[in-house]
């Protein structure tokens, strides 16, 4: 526990001054997260949930979802989750339903499993105040419809997971960014598409109680494009590249059928410019579950 307690401590002062942890949907989807084994089949699944983020220029970034699994066979399953975000700093504010990802996972064996994915926006990336298109960082969604493909395996107490994420559609965003401003153009905003893979370790403290560390490297596999004021499609330097991310989640188990996960996760290392505004110092999640 006293290896444990200074981990959390120094993983901590990490968070408090990094800037980025990135998520444009596949971080959170539940294969690509920690396997859980229950010993016990269940035909469908409830997850609630609540987050927190600080992001750049001291954005606040509150978050819930609702998700629904169902099992169709011993193989394969559906889930849906709806995605709630607001932001606010004392200039700018956002608030409404961001995204839909839905998705199906096919057990190859007990402990690899596949899924594919689409994450649906219900905004398009352009959200105006005052008839004035707000930079990314304040927008709840991505406003692209993308595909997601992935891959995960545990060997015991270890666990990985792959995945990739394209998009398939681009955004209507407008922003253009003052001059000395901290945010980026993205007017007519092309993103790439990104490639990730995590790594953790599962500690069983009791038998209700699960802690597992988890790296997470994301990478954005090409710049980001944005056309200028006279219709010029540019790149953005130093969009490309590695985002390193720390996360650690917590298990209770309430009963055989209910529990609660939080999680906490910051970056390491992040790219340079971040145009996307998935940008956080660090993020808190709460989720309870429940299956029946």
Do not use: W
Not at 47 to 63: H, P, R
Not at 207 to 219: A, N
Not at 221 to 232: A, M, R
């Amino acid at each position: 526990m006293r290896r444990i307690f200074t981990f959390l401590t120094l993983l901590g002062s990490l968070f408090l001054y990094s800037q980025g942890c990135s998520d444009a949907g596949f971080c959170t989807m539940d294969n690509m997260k920690i396997q859980k084994t229950d010993s016990i089949q269940y035909k469908s699944e409830v997850k609630l949930g609540l987050n927190y983020g600080l992001s750049y220029e001291d954005i606040n970034v509150f978050g819930a979802y609702v998700a629904y699994m169902r099992n169709l066979s011993d193989k394969f399953n559906v889930d849906l989750r709806v995605n709630y975000f607001s932001q606010f700093n004392d200039d700018f504010s956002s608030s409404t339903l961001s995204d839909a990802i839905v998705s199906t996972n096919y057990k190859i064996n007990p402990s690899t499993k596949a899924t594919l994915g689409f994450k649906i926006p219900f905004t398009d990336g352009n959200l105006k105040e005052n008839g004035i298109a707000l930079p990314m960082d304040f927008q709840p969604s991505l406003g692209t419809f993308d595909v997601i493909v992935g891959f995960s395996k545990r060997i015991s107490k270890l666990g990985f997971a792959l995945a990739y994420q394209q998009p398939l559609t681009q955004n209507k965003n407008q922003y253009f960014a003052p001059a000395g401003s901290r945010f980026t153009t993205t007017n007519q905003f092309k993103r790439a598409g990104d490639v990730l893979l995590r790594a953790y370790y599962s500690f069983y403290l009791s038998e209700k109680l699960t802690f597992s560390p988890s790296l997470l490297p994301i990478y954005h596999v090409s710049e980001d494009k944005y056309t200028d004021l006279y219709d010029v499609e540019r790149k953005i330097e130093g969009s490309d590249g590695l985002t390193l991310n720390a996360n650690l989640f917590f298990n209770y188990k309430l009963s055989k059928n209910q529990s609660f996960e939080f999680s906490l996760g910051g970056p390491l290392v992040v790219r340079e410019v971040r145009p996307d505004g998935l940008t956080r110092g660090f993020v808190a999640n709460l989720e309870y579950k429940i299956l029946f």
